[in-house]
C-alpha cells in the first residue's frame, strides 16, 4: 500500500470516527433523558477521530524517518557477507552505489553481484515493510478509535481535551519558527567555527582587504585576504542611501496620505505605492543598471564627475524607491491608529494641523514608524539584486558613493554560486559573512528596540 | 476645596428625587403639545457672549440640528440636556468649529462670538479655538509629561516669552483646575499616567492654559467617578468667575448642581431653555417634562 494511499484511508477512518463518535454521544444524550453531557456531540466526535488519527500518523511519521537508514543497513549486511567488513569510508562508497542503483540512475558499468544482491534484497524488504506499515498504522487507527469510542459517556470531558490539543498543536505551530531560526542559527555558527579555524577571527572582523581566491593547485601563490571591512562598509553605504531616500519620502507621503489627502486619493494612492514592493527586485535591478546608473553616470561626467559605471549611488537610488512602501504604507496604518481624540484635543487648543502633526500625532506614533523604519532597513540591508546588478563586485574600501562597492550579501551569492568545494575557506566565508549580517542587525533591532522603550510616548 | 465640601454638594445633589421633581411638576400647569418643535422659554439674554440664529446642521443627508436659535450669556454656565442623539454634543462642536474635522458635517445659519460670525468664509478657527476651549467626554491628554500637556496650548500661541513664564502659567493653570498639590512633585511623569478625575482635569488646564473666554464642556464627567465628578463641578462653579461655560450632561442633577440656565434639546430640536430652577420643577413642555421625569432618554 503506498504512503499516499494508507494517508487517504486514514482520512477516510477518522472522519468516520468522528461520525460515529457523534452520533454515540447524540444517542447517549436521548437514551440518558435526564442525564446532561459534558460536552456536545461534536466533541465527543472529534475526540474519537483524534483517537484515530494522531498515534496512526506518529507511528506513520516516525517509521518515514527511519526507516530508509534502518532498510540500507539490512540491505548492506549482504555486501559484507560477500566483501567482508568494509572500512567506513569504503562502506558510505558502496551505500552510495546502491543508492543510485535503487534510483535507477546506473546505466553503464558493470553491476558488482553483491550490490545487485543488495539492491534485491533493500527491495523485497521495502514491501514487505510497506504492507507491514499499513497493517500497523491502520490497527493502531482501528484500536485508538475503539478505544476512545468505548469511553464516550455523559460525564466524558471531551471539550476540555479536545481544546487541549487544539492548544497543543497551536503550541507547535509557534514555536516552528523558533526552531527553524535557531536551526539557521546554529548551522551558519558550525560553519563560521570552520572557517575561523582556518582565518583568524580578527583578520577578518577587521581586514580591510576582501579578495576571496584561493589557491587552486600547490604551484599557486598565495592565499586570499578577508578582512570584511570593505564589504561590510559597501553595506552599509548602500543601505545608508537607500534609507536617505525610502525615510524621507516615505515618511512624508504617509503623513500626506493619513492627515492631508482626501478619501478618493488615499484610496487610488495607497494600493499604487503597494504595488512598488511588488515589483520583483530583479526588475528593480535592470532598471537600475540600464536606466539610473547611465543617467547617474552622464549627469556626473557633465559636471566634470568621475562616476564608475556600476555605483553605489544608482543601487542606493533605487534600492531607496523599493522600499518607499515599506515606510510609507506600515507609518500611515500607524498614524491612523492615533486616536481622534488627541487631534480634537490639539485642535480644541487652537492648534494648527501642521502643529498638531508635529507635536501630537507623530510622537504618538513614533513607535510604529520606528518599527516600519526598522524593517526597511532590514531589506536594505538583505537586498541582493540590485546590488549585484547596479553596484558591481569590487570590493572597494571607499565612502564615495560614485564608485563601484559590492555588499555582503553579494559576496555571499558569488561565493556560493557555481561548483565549490565546501572546505575551503572561500566557501566556507560565506556563512562567515552571513553570521556577520545577522550579528549586526540584531544589533541594530535592540538599539532601535531601546531606543522605542525610551522615547515612547503612549497614548491610552 | 475640602472633602466636606464634595460630599455636601453630592448630597445636594441626590437629595431632590426625580418622582418628586415630577409630579410635583404636573400638578401645576398644562403643558405645550408633544407635537410642538417651537422653542420656548429664555432663549435671549441681554448681554451675550455667543449668539446662534437659525442654525442647521447637517450631516450628509442626516438634519442633525434643527434651526436652532439661542445666546450664550456672559459668565453664565449654559447646561444642555437631552436624550442620546439629540444633537447636543454637534451643537456644542459648533461653537469653535470642531464640526470641521468630520467628513460630511454642514452648518448653515448665524454663529456669533461678540460681533465675529464665525462661520464667515475668511474666518480663521485657529484663534477661534483659542478663544473657544473645549473639554471631551473622554479624558484625552496627550501622550507627553503633566508639565508639556499644560504648556502645549501656550507654547504654540506663543504666550509665554520665557521659561519662567510658562512655568507661572502652567502652576496657575493647574491650580485653577486643583490640581497642583497631586501633581506638583511628579510635573515631568506622563500625563496618561494619572488617574481618570485627574486626567480630566488635566484636560481643563490644558484648556485654561490658552486663556480662552468660553470653554465648551462635552460630558465632562461621564466617565468618572462621583469623587472626581464632584471636584470636576466645584471647579466649574469656580471657572464661572472668569469664564462663559456650556456643558453638555447626561446627568440632570448636574446641570442642576452647576448651570443657570438649562436647554433641552429633543431630536435636533431646541425644545425648551429656561432658568435651570424653572426647568427641573416647572417646564413648560411636555416633552422636557417627560424627560425629566424619567419618561425616557
Known amino acids: 500500500m ?75 549486511q549482504s555486501v559484507t557477507e560477500a566483501r567482508g567488513e568494509l572500512s567506513p569510508s569504503e562502506m558510505n562508497l558502496a551505500i552510495n552505489d546502491l543508492r543510485n542503483l535503487l534510483s535507477g540512475s546506473v546505466f553503464h558499468r558493470e553491476i558488482d553481484p553483491a550490490l545487485q544482491l543488495a539492491a534485491d534484497r533493500y527491495t523485497g524488504m521495502r514491501q514487505i515493510a510497506n504492507v507491514a506499515l499499513a497493517v500497523v498504522v491502520l490497527s493502531s487507527a482501528i484500536l485508538g478509535s475503539i478505544w476512545a469510542y468505548s469511553r464516550i459517556n455523559p460525564g466524558l470531558r471531551a471539550r476540555n481535551k479536545v481544546e487541549k490539543a487544539v492548544e ?57 585576504s578577508f578582512g570584511a571591512i570593505p564589504v561590510l562598509a559597501g553595506t552599509f553605504l548602500i543601505s545608508a542611501i537607500a534609507m536617505s531616500i525610502a525615510v524621507p519620502f516615505g ?81 500611515d496604518d500607524i498614524i491612523n491608529a492615533v486616536p481622534q481624540s488627541l487631534r480634537d484635543g490639539s485642535y480644541a487648543l487652537g492648534a494648527t494641523q501642521s502643529e498638531t502633526i508635529k507635536n501630537v500625532v507623530i510622537p504618538a506614533a513614533l513607535p510604529g514608524i520606528v518599527g516600519s523604519i526598522l524593517l526597511a532597513v532590514s531589506r536594505a540591508i538583505g537586498e541582493t539584486m540590485i546590488v549585484v546588478m547596479a553596484a558591481g563586485l569590487a570590493a572597494n574600501l571607499t565612502l ?24 575551503t575557506p572561500k566557501t566556507l566565508a560565506a556563512f562567515a559573512l552571513g553570521l556577520l549580517l545577522f550579528v549586526v542587525t540584531l544589533a541594530l533591532n535592540v538599539i532601535a528596540l531601546y531606543v522605542v522603550r525610551k522615547y515612547r510616548e503612549e497614548y491610552e | 476645596m475640602s472633602t466636606l465640601e464634595t460630599t455636601a ?101 448665524e ?19 483659542a478663544q473657544v476651549g473645549m473639554v471631551f467626554q ?49 510635573l515631568d511623569q506622563p500625563g496618561t499616567g494619572l488617574s481618570g478625575g485627574q486626567q480630566q482635569r488635566l484636560c481643563i488646564a490644558r484648556a485654561i492654559a490658552v486663556r480662552p473666554e468660553i470653554i465648551l464642556m462635552d460630558e465632562p464627567c461621564s466617565a468618572l467617578d462621583p469623587i472626581a465628578t464632584a471636584t470636576v463641578e466645584d471647579l466649574i462653579s469656580e471657572l464661572r468667575q472668569h469664564y462663559t461655560i456650556v456643558i453638555v450632561t447626561h446627568n440632570m442633577q448636574q446641570a442642576a448642581r452647576v448651570s443657570q440656565r438649562t436647554a433641552y434639546f429633543h431630536l435636533g430640536d431646541l425644545v425648551e431653555v429656561g432658568h435651570t430652577s424653572r426647568i427641573f420643577t416647572n417646564p413648560a413642555h411636555q416633552l422636557t417634562e417627560d424627560y425629566i421625569t424619567g419618561r425616557f432618554g
Open chain 1, 2 to 76: 503506498s504512503p499516499s494511499l494508507l494517508i487517504a484511508v486514514l482520512l477516510v477512518l477518522s472522519s468516520m470516527a468522528y461520525w460515529l463518535g457523534r452520533s454515540r454521544a447524540f444517542a447517549l444524550s436521548k437514551k440518558a433523558g435526564s442525564v446532561r453531557l459534558h460536552s456536545r456531540p461534536g466533541y465527543h466526535g472529534i475526540l474519537v477521530a483524534l483517537w484515530c488519527a494522531i498515534p496512526a500518523f506518529i507511528i506513520f511519521c516516525c517509521w518515514h524517518f527511519f526507516s530508509g537508514n534502518l532498510l540500507i543497513s539490512y540491505a548492506m
Open chain 1, 168 to 224: 497543543i498543536s497551536l503550541t507547535l505551530c509557534s514555536t516552528i519558527a523558533v526552531f527553524t531560526t535557531l536551526g539557521i542559527v546554529l548551522s551558519v555558527i558550525f560553519e563560521s567555527i570552520r572557517f575561523f579555524q582556518q582565518v583568524p577571527f580578527f583578520d577578518f572582523l577587521f581586514g580591510l582587504k576582501w579578495s576571496p581566491q584561493m589557491a587552486m593547485r600547490p604551484d599557486q601563490m598565495g592565499t586570499g
Open chain 1, 251 to 331: 515618511l512624508l507621503s504617509a503623513i500626506h496620505l493619513s492627515e492631508y489627502s482626501g478619501p478618493n486619493f488615499r484610496k487610488v494612492v495607497k494600493p499604487m505605492l503597494e504595488i512598488l514592493a511588488g515589483v520583483p527586485t530583479v526588475v528593480y535591478g535592470f532598471f537600475a543598471a540600464l536606466v539610473v546608473a547611465p543617467t547617474i553616470r552622464g549627469l556626473g561626467a557633465g559636471i566634470g564627475l568621475s562616476v564608475a559605471s556600476e555605483s553605489a549611488l544608482a543601487a542606493g537610488l533605487v534600492m531607496g524607491v523599493m522600499i518607499i512602501p515599506f515606510v510609507s504604507s506600515l507609518s
Open chain 1, 400 to 423: 564615495n558613493p560614485l564608485q563601484a562597492v559590492t555588499t555582503v550579501t553579494v559576496q555571499i551569492v558569488t561565493l556560493l554560486v557555481g561548483d565549490q568545494e565546501f572546505d
Open chain 2, 9 to 109: 454638594s453630592l448630597q445636594k445633589g441626590f437629595a431632590v428625587p426625580r418622582e418628586n421633581i415630577g409630579s410635583r411638576v404636573q400638578k401645576k400647569s398644562r403643558k405645550i403639545d408633544r407635537e410642538n418643535r417651537e422653542t420656548v422659554g429664555l432663549q435671549f439674554v441681554d448681554d451675550p457672549r455667543m449668539t446662534c440664529r437659525a442654525v442647521n446642521v447637517f450631516y450628509g443627508e442626516k438634519h442633525a440640528i434643527k434651526n436652532v436659535s439661542i445666546d450664550i450669556g456672559k459668565n453664565e454656565v449654559l447646561a444642555m440636556i437631552g436624550p442620546s442623539g439629540c444633537g447636543k454634543s454637534t451643537f456644542l462642536r459648533c461653537l469653535n468649529r470642531m464640526n470641521d474635522t468630520i467628513v460630511g458635517c454642514r452648518v448653515t445659519g
Open chain 2, 111 to 129: 454663529i456669533r462670538l461678540d460681533d465675529l460670525d464665525i462661520y464667515e468664509k475668511n474666518i480663521d478657527v485657529v484663534p477661534l479655538r
Open chain 2, 138 to 186: 473622554k479624558p484625552n491628554p496627550f501622550p507627553k509629561s503633566i508639565y508639556d500637556n499644560v504648556a502645549y496650548g501656550p507654547k504654540i500661541h506663543g504666550l509665554a516669552h520665557s521659561r519662567s513664564e510658562l512655568a507661572d502659567i502652567v502652576e496657575d493653570s493647574l491650580r485653577r483646575a486643583g490640581l497642583w498639590n497631586e501633581v506638583n512633585d511628579r
